[in-house]
């Protein structure tokens, strides 16, 4: 893990970009340390999320959290994934002419993403639980849903989720929900344009979790009310102090 | 309204017994004045669910707010109401033969309540709101979700409601839900027993407010988690206060 630059808030937070390997990453760190880590997930695109994500780690870190995030692959300046991009011209031809989105679009866009995203975020781990200041449990919060479902299913570390329900699911996904046993709260947007609501509903049914929460808002896709932002904080708090 | 007994707890939280012509009720309110208040709803019994209702109240009092609540027509030592306790008897019959419980047994049970319930938490408010320390805005929590749709529809003093889509349903009220456009929690068990999973959501998505939140836990009818608690005190800080 290469530190590349740093700045500091009026708050006290400090972000630090860096990379690892070439996957370049942001990470934002609280005042008080130890802090409790959580991992950010996000679409693709730390450049035009960054408004986005450097507002959701500055509330988790008055909160005393630290957060970090990393490009997915194939986003930003990563090399692009042909493959990927061709899934997701067909998902948007798809969409435009008003037709049902295949399964095989589904998986072909989003389960290559899941295979090369989640040994890249357990490397990250690695990296970020052995500087000093930075401390477990570590909670995973929104982005990808299949790269998180998958990323909390191998890996024992992440101790708690917030999920958000708005992405194209794979099946493969559904199935490997059942496995997930962790505490979850599960974003809902209730109108959300390009996806299914009984495939949300369905995925949050299969989660194993004993302790699971069904939140859902009315809007689009990027509508998540802010007040989001405060529940994500009580339940992390609940799980990761 | 007439106060016939009254206690204060430990925490400062003043617990009054009243009657309003022959309804029973009681009012808890806080050290601090004026106090916001919040109606609780039950399924009937007020003895049967004083512990329950206390709990609720005292948490509500410790964030500054009043509660109240009346015992339900036909429950506790009130009047029987003999053909809302035949359909009763019907609802008990199909569940324990398995058989779909009928839209008509629903109304037989239910309508008669809302009828005979919202008239008097209305004359209960109009009491409530005369006594020095106890002011608007009025939350609604909890109850028959029917009563709680009915008096939102049609008691402008209502400004917000964490409501639980865990009673059965009549159609009329799935309607009148539409005409509904204060801010709304609300609350679904997703395993709950006796009740339609499906139901609970087309209630929630037939309710016309532009903020409304579904909370789906896991769990039974009466396992409504503590943090719930806490969620619901986070709304009404929004819309309360």
Redesign the interface.
């Known amino acids: 893990m290469h530190f590349t630059s740093e700045q500091r808030f009026e708050d006290g937070v400090l972000e630090r970009r860096f990379t690892l390997g070439d996957i370049p990453g942001i990470l934002w760190t609280p005042a008080s340390a130890p802090a409790p880590l959580i991992l950010v997930g996000h679409p693709g695109g730390l450049d035009r999320m960054y408004p986005r994500l450097v507002g959701r780690a500055r509330h988790a870190a008055a909160g005393g959290y630290a957060s970090a995030t990393i490009e997915l692959p194939g986003g930003g300046d990563r090399p692009r994934l042909p493959a990927v991009e061709q899934a997701r011209a067909d998902l948007h031809r798809a969409l435009a002419a008003g037709e049902q989105v295949s399964d095989d679009v589904v998986d072909r866009l989003v389960l290559p993403l899941v295979d090369r995203a989640v040994p890249e975020w357990r490397t990250t781990l690695d990296a970020l639980l052995a500087l000093p200041g930075i401390s477990g449990p570590v909670g995973f919060s929104g982005g990808v849903v299949a790269i998180a479902v998958r990323l909390a299913a191998v890996d024992p570390r992440i101790a708690a989720a917030v999920l958000f329900a708005g992405s194209f699911v794979p099946r493969a996904t559904v199935e490997e929900a059942r496995r997930i046993t962790i505490p979850l709260q599960v974003l ?1 947007q ?1 109108d959300d344009e390009g996806n299914d609501r009984q495939m949300a ?1 369905d995925l ?2 299969a989660f194993g ?10 809007g689009g896709h990027t509508g998540v ?1 802010q ?1 989001e932002g ?2 994500a904080a ?1 339940f992390f708090t ?1 799980h990761l102090r």
């Open positions: 809902l209730w509903l949050f049914d979790s004993a302790e699971k929460t069904l939140h859902a808002n009315m009310p007040f405060d529940a009580c609940r």
